[in-house]
Structures are given as structure tokens and as C-alpha cells.
């Protein structure tokens, strides 16, 4: 088993930044893939990133592209989203998640361990 714990979220004004965390423990050997959700109140899960074990690879929404970076640091088991001009529209509850296969994938199905999520507010 995997536990992911997200951390960063918060009240931000449109137009500033934020960095998330995901703090992984358990059998973290066992991920390869790690990436990042998001869920607005009456609207389904989103795509935001994704990116690879090496960290070379990296892959992100259309809606945050160019504005958020995902990276990791597999010495602290830890994968971060940084996201920089920030927008009312990215006001959601953020997810990271774990996959078991090496291959990045945007689909929900492909993640095998979720967190609880944390929360980001942006204020116009």
C-alpha cells in the first residue's frame, strides 16, 4: 500500500501562486508514475499533470499548461505542483495520485493510490 498526503492549498488572489505537495510513505518503490487531479463543486475530476519516475517527462491539462510545473524529489518521496498565475477557474479540490505502471496517463483509471486532497481557493 501507498499513502499519499497533499499539502500547499489555501486562499490566494488571482494571480499568485501556490506550490503543492504530495508526501508519499508505504511501498513507494511500487510507483512509477505520479500525478495531479482536480475537482471543482458539481464538476467531475480533472487532469491537471502528470509526470514520470525519472521526472524527465511531463505532461499537464490544457488549462494549465504554461502556468503550473509539476516536479519531484524521489530521495524525499515527494511530488510537488507548483502554480503560478493562478486563476478563479482553478478554484477546486486538489488530488495527487500514485500509478503503478511507468507509462503516463491523463485517465483517472490509470492511478492506482489517491490522497484526500487539499483545497485552493483563488479570489478575484
Known amino acids: 500500500q501507498v499513502q499519499l498526503v497533499e499539502s500547499g492549498g489555501g486562499l490566494v488572489q488571482a494571480g499568485g501562486s501556490l506550490r503543492l505537495s504530495c508526501a508519499a510513505s508505504?511501498?513507494?518503490?511500487?510507483?512509477?508514475?505520479m500525478g495531479w487531479f482536480r475537482q471543482a463543486p458539481g464538476k467531475e475530476r480533472e487532469f491537471v499533470a502528470a509526470i514520470n519516475w525519472s521526472g524527465r517527462s511531463t505532461y499537464y491539462g490544457d488549462s494549465v499548461k504554461g502556468r503550473f510545473t509539476i516536479s519531484r524529489d524521489n530521495a524525499k518521496n515527494t511530488v510537488y505542483l507548483q502554480m503560478d498565475s493562478l486563476k478563479p477557474e482553478d478554484t477546486a479540490a486538489y488530488y495527487c495520485?500514485?500509478?503503478?505502471?511507468?507509462?503516463?496517463?491523463?485517465?483517472?483509471?490509470?492511478?492506482?493510490?489517491w490522497g484526500q486532497g487539499t483545497q485552493v481557493t483563488v479570489s478575484s
Open positions: 508505504g511501498r513507494t518503490s511500487s510507483t512509477y508514475v
Open positions: 495520485a500514485a500509478a503503478t505502471s511507468p507509462y503516463p496517463t491523463t485517465s483517472q483509471a490509470g492511478y492506482r493510490y
